[in-house]
Structure formats: C-alpha cells, structure tokens
C-alpha cells in the first residue's frame, strides 16, 4: 500500500480517469479490508457479522463500510498503542461525544504528503503569505487536538509568516490584519478558516463596524460549519458575496473533509463541484436500503480514502447528504467523481444506519 501510495504521488492529483481508477482502488481496498480485519479487534467483529469474506474480491459498491459515528464509541486502530503518536478528535458541541482517531508516524506522514498533493492543484509550489482566520489557542496541545487544530497546523505549511487575527477572546484584531495586509501589498495572500467562525467572528465584527478591507489577490480556503449558516440563512452565495464584499478580491474556495479522513480531503473547483483526488472516492447511498444511488439522486454520502493505515477509517458511512454530479467532464478538466453536499441527514437516519450495522448478522 505504501509503495502505491508513493506513486500516486509522482502524478497529478486529478490525473486518473474513472476507468484507471477504479482498477487500482478496488485492488488497495481489498488489501485495506484484509488488514484492518487482521489487525483491529473490533473492526474484525463487524466483518464478520456481516459475513464479509476478505478473500474474495469486491467491487466498491459491495465492500463493507463503517458508520463513522463508531468512531464516537469505540476507539478503533489497527496498530499496537505504543505506536500511536498523535490522537485526534473531531469537532463536537459541548456534552456531544467526539470521534477519536489513532495516528501513527507513518499515517500522520502521508496525510500530510497528499494533502499538499491535492492544494497543489489550486496552489502551485509557491508559499503565500497567510492569514489565519482563527486564533492560536487552537494550537496549544499537539498531543491530544481537535479536527479544527489539525486542519490550521496541515494548512500553514502552504503558506509563510502566518498572522492569527483573532486573540483569546474571539476578537478580531484589526489593525494587526490591515498591517499584515499592507505589508503583503502586490502579493498573493492565503487564508483559511473554519465556515462559521468566519462568518461570525470576521465578516459580523467588519460588518457591524461597516468596515471593509482591500485585498487585491487572495485566495480562502474555508471548511465545515454549514449546518449553523443554514440556521441563520446563510448558504454557499450569501457567503462567498460577503467575504468578497468585506475582505477584497479574494477567490472562495470551500472543501469537505472529516477527521476520521483527514488527508484526503475534497476540495471545491472554480465552477462549484466538489472533487474526489485519485487518493478518494465517493458513493451515494439510499438511506431506505443502503443501494447505490443515480447520478442527480439525493442520498446518503459513503467515502473511501487510501489514507487510514493505523486505524479503520478507510471506508466510512458519513451523517451527511449529497448527490453524484458526474465522472471526469467536469468543465474545471479534474478528472475523477464530482458531487454537491446538501448537508446533515436526519439524526434518526444516521442512528437507524448505526443500528443496522451493529445488529446484523
């Protein structure tokens, strides 16, 4: 697996066609599925109360999936705990359970490799100096961090000289930004941050002071957070509109990923289609009966990445909704599956869908 890995590496992160692409995973899933099945005691138990016979080779459609929420309940890994060198957890309200992801040295490595892989598609080779709508504070414990702190250290290598423009408080620091803004005039600058908290703490504190800033060339890459936007009416239009009307000239791009998938994540094109890498896949589901849905058809989003060596996370059932747009036309010329994210499932799907799995058999 890591030998494949590597050579995806040496290709562009788009480059394999449905038909190329589809070969080579079903290979590297099957090899994923017979050691996570060897190696972790509670994934093993789930094959085989499914009855699933890791000898014989499965398309993508029959392979076994986890929920993702048994990352909430059990910690899940397929190396001994002494290997493990980082444990993450994922993003989660207060009193809500958090999923706690196993990281060895060599996974942690190689979600690192592919991820720059994946920006280079947007970024190029060049580091920009970067804004980092978020404050530091997410940084403080590199042992034990969340999805939100792993997603600012893996984005900073992307960037140099890396300014946070919230303090403790989750005030934003305005002068520091306009200084750091002024500073990096003619040049292009990279921001990132989280969905909602942009909006609440950067685009509301301009707002309400009716300030506006003029960035002349910058790109922002944001994720996660849409569930709360939507509460307050805020979709995907609105918000590109408002970074655009307060910050500058900057190009918005929103990615999906998961901590359970960290690495390879699926990153919005200029025309608005979110894109599964050579290292990714995706599937939609139809929540009645787990079948595979058409393209165009609303259903349950069920994700693949090569990624997940020192824990199951290989081949996962998300809570969210979504539909398959289209394989390798999109006009953006990425070739691989593109699709459009819709959102949260109905929390009684997902716990129905958690229930089927532990029952059957």
Sequence with gaps: MQENLT???????YGLTGEEKRKMLEEDFHELIRFHHSSCEEYGKVLDLLHYDTDKRSSLEDMPMLPVRMFKEYELRSVPRDRITKTMTSSGTSGQKVSRICLDAENSSMQTKVLAHIMSSYLGEKRLPMLILDTPMVRKDRAMFSARGAGIIGFTMFGRKPEYILDEDMN????????????????????????????????????EKNLSLDIEDGILFHVGGWKKLQSESVDTDKFNQTVRDTLGNV????????????????????HGHMHCSNFSD????????????????????????LLPSSYPGHILLTEDEGELLGEDDCPCGRKGKYFKIHGRIKQAEVRGCSDTFEKKG
């Design 7 to 13: 050579k995806l590496l040496e290709i562009p992160p």
């Design 251 to 270: 190009q918005v791009f929103n990615y999906y990923g998961m901590a359970e998938q960290l690495g390879s994540i699926f990153v919005e094109c200029e």
């Design 172 to 207: 934003l620091d305005r002068e520091r930004l306009k200084d750091y803004i002024s500073a990096h005039k003619g040049e292009k600058i990279l921001l990132f941050g989280y969905t909602y908290m942009i909006w609440k703490f950067v685009l509301n504190q301009l707002q």
């Design 282 to 305: 995706i599937l939609i589901r139809r929540s009645r009966d787990f079948s595979v849905a058409g393209y165009g058809e609303r259903g349950m989003i069920e994700l693949f990445s």
